[in-house]
C-alpha cells in the first residue's frame, strides 16, 4: 500500500471541530509543518490533545482551538508560552486541564478501546474540581474510591518522525518517543511527517527496526517533510532552533505581533519558509539541546 | 552573608531531603534541587538514582550546563514513558519549584487569579504535579518566601494533593501523602507540627522566626528551639564546584 501525500491533502481531510492529536513534547519533535498547513487553512473549532509547545501556541493564536486537553504548554528553555497565555488571559478557550500522566492512561484507554484506566492520580486536586466529567468510581477490589480516567479517542494524530517509508512504517531514533505511539493508537487516523523517505529494505538493517515503535496499521498517511519539525528538534538529527522561539516569543509582545509572524514564515508556504529559517543544511546543524 | 554563600548553604539544606530515602530516582527541577539531588547523590544517599533531565538513568549527577567533554554515564534508558511507570510505581522523590505553597502543602504551578476560565496570570500548567503528589514523596523548593508564594487561603489551583481532610477521597488517609521539605530564601520547614502543621525546622544566618513568620500566609508551628541552617562543609563546596562548573546557581535567588 503506498500511504504517500502531500501535507495539503492531510490538512484537506480535516473538518471542523474534530479532535485533533499532536505528538512530540514541548519544543521537541512537533509535526510543525502540518500545524503551519492548518494555520494556512479554513479549519476552526478544532479540540486539540497535546504535550504542549508553539504547536498550541501557533493554533490558539490563529484561532484554531475551541478546547485543549493539555498538562502544559511550554517551550522549556522558554517556560511561559505566550500565545497560549493570552489565549487563557483572554478567557478564549476551553480546556481539560490534566496531569501528565493522566494524558499517558487517557490516549492509553483510547488505544485499548476501554472508556477508562483507574488511577489514583489527580485525587485530591482541582483538577477534578474543574472536570466534573472525570468521575470517582468504587473499585470491585478494595474499599476505596478512584479517579476513572476517561478515554481520550482522537480523529487524528498529527506525527513527526525521523524516517519514514511509503507503507508507513516509521522510526524515531531520538532519545525519546515521547507518548507519539500512544497518539498512533488512539486515532482513528494518524498522518506522519518524515525528515527521511526510505526503502523498506532500510528497516531490514542490523538494529533499525527496534527503532519503529508502532505497527504500520496505525498510519493511514506520510508526508515526506525535511525539516518538518522545525523550529522543534528532532534529535538526533537537529536541535531545536532558540534564535527563532526567541524572535517567536518576542512576536507576543506587540499588538500585530502574530500577523508579522504570520506574514512572514506562515503565509508564505512551506518551500519559502524553509528558505527564510536558513535552508536545511542550517536547520540540520542546529545544536542538540543539553539539559 | 553574600547571596552566593546562602545559595550554597540552601542547597546543602536541600540534598538533606533525600538522606533516607535510599534507592529511589531523586529529581530536582530547576537549578536548585537539581543540584541538591546531584549533592545528596555524592554525599548521604550515594543509592540515588538521577537522570540526565533527557532520557537516561545516569550512574553520577551531570554537571550543570555546558559539558565540554563530559560524557554522561548511562545506566538504562528514562524516556518520559518510563518516567510515569517510575512515578506510578512510587520510588520517587521530586523536588519542585511551585508558585504557590498553602497551609496543607497543596502547591500550584497553574495559574493564578480568582476565575479559573480567565486566569489573572496563565503560568504552565498542572504538569505532572497530581500525580507526583499522590504517588511519592515530594519536597519544595521556593526562592521568594512571601506571603504571596505562601498563601492565607487554598492555592488558586491545588494542582498536588496535600494534608487537607476536605479533599480526601473514600478510604484514602492523609498519612499516604508524603511532603517532606520547604526550603526557601529565609529558612527550612517541613510538615512535622501538629496535624501535618507547617513546622519551622532551620534558619538560615541572620535570618528570625518572626520575619519568616510574616512572611507567610499561614500559621507556622515554632519550636522553643530553632536551629540555624548549616554552613556548607568545604567537602560541599567542592562537589558544588564541579556540578556546576560555570557557576550557573549563583543567580537562582534572582540576584
Redesign the interface.
Known sequence: MNKLVKAGDVIARLRDGMTIGIGG?GPRRKPMALVREILRSPLKDLTVVAYGGADVGMLCAAGKVKKLV?????LDFI??EPY??AA????AIEVM??????L?LGLKAAAMRTPFIP?????????L??LPEIK?VDSPY?????VAMPALPLDVALLHVDRADARGVCQVKG?????DDLYARAATHTYVTCDELVEPAAFEQGEEARYVFWERTQTTGVVHVPCGAHPTSCAPLYGFDVKHFKEYVASAKDAGGWAQYYERYIACGEEEYLRRVGGAEAVKKLPLP?? | MSNTTLIDTIICAASEAWRHDGEVLATGIGIVPRLAASLAMLTCNRDLLMTDSEAWVVSEPVPVGPRGDYRIKRETHMGFARIFDNVWGGRRHAMVGPTQVDRYGQANISMVGADYRKPKVQMLGVRGFPGNSINHANSFFVPNHSTRAFVEGEVDMVASVGYNPARLARGWQLDEIDIRLIITNLCVMDFGGPGHQVRLCSLHPGVTAEAVQQATGFPLHVPAEVKSTPAPTTEQLALLARLDPHGLRASALGA
Request: glycine share 8%; hydrophobic share 40%; aromatic share 18%.
Open positions: 513534547w493539555f498538562a502544559f504548554v511550554s517556560p511561559l497560549f497565555r487563557r488571559q483572554a478567557g486541564e490534566i496531569d501528565e500522566g493522566m499517558v488511577t489514583r492520580t489527580g485525587l485530591g486536586t482541582d483538577v474540581r474543574y470517582l478494595d474499599d476505596r474510591q478512584w532519545p525519546d518517543l515521547y507518548m543539553v539539559f
